[in-house]
């Protein structure tokens, strides 16, 4: 997240997503129920999956930006460390460089 909104503003992004995904987390069941209950099981998973390919769709929207060059495994183990570099040491690890 911090390639994305910026050091200075991660406090507040981190905040936004863990309140946006508790709300969702408590509203969303209820929500499901209700409309199972009203509408029946069959489109309510009908409309949870469409929901699913909106949100795929708009994600497209929104520019990627290109991660930092993180250093390599042997680098980290000296010191060395960036944002987002879990799955490139999990690489490094399966299949190490010369």
Do not use: E, N
Not at 6 to 25: C, D, F, H, P, Y
Not at 29 to 35: A, D, E, H, T
């Amino acid at each position: 997240m911090p390639v994305i909104v910026g050091k200075q503003r991660l406090v507040a992004a981190t905040s936004a997503v863990v309140s946006s995904a508790t709300l969702i987390s408590v509203a969303a069941p209820s929500v499901g129920g209700f409309l199972a209950a009203t509408v029946g099981a069959a489109p309510t998973i009908w409309l949870d999956a469409a929901t699913y390919l909106v949100s795929a769709l708009a994600s497209r929207a929104f520019p990627v930006p290109s991660a930092p060059q993180c250093p390599g495994l042997r680098a980290r183990a000296r010191g060395g460390w960036c944002a987002g570099s879990w799955a490139t040491s999990a690489r490094d690890a399966l299949h190490p460089r010369p």
